[in-house]
């Protein structure tokens, strides 16, 4: 699956944004997943939507949770990301994945979108 994120800009400190990840194949097989990684940091874990028949499920990073939210919509096969309260520390260029919920359990990536959040 091939995954294209899009969204990010520049913000003042308190702002918000809404990044979105299109993917070219249905997503219902994916459990879907926002990263970011900042200039000289690793790469973290921001949020997930796990999808099954009973409903989408969520899990945040500590750091963003509360003022972020991910959710997905299957039938368009985008996941976004509302991004609420922005800091500066939150600033970094965010990737968008997707992990197969087969036994492989294959995770492909999107190309990143830069996010800046001025003080």
């Known amino acids: 699956v091939q995954l294209q994120a899009s969204g990010g800009g520049l913000v003042q400190a308190g702002g918000s944004l809404r990044l979105s990840c299109a993917a070219s194949a249905r997503i219902i097989n994916y459990d879907l997943k926002w990263f970011r990684q900042a200039p000289g940091k690793e790469r973290e874990f921001v949020a997930r939507?796990?999808?099954?028949?009973?409903?989408?499920?969520?899990l945040y990073a500590d750091s963003v949770k509360g003022r972020f939210t991910i959710s997905r919509d299957n039938a368009k096969n985008t996941a976004y990301l509302q991004m609420n309260s922005l800091k500066p520390e939150d600033t970094a260029v965010y990737y968008c994945a997707a992990e197969s919920r087969d036994a492989w359990r294959l995770t492909y990536w999107g190309q990143g979108t830069q996010v800046t959040v001025s003080s």
């Open positions: 939507a796990d999808w099954n028949r009973s409903g989408t499920s969520t």
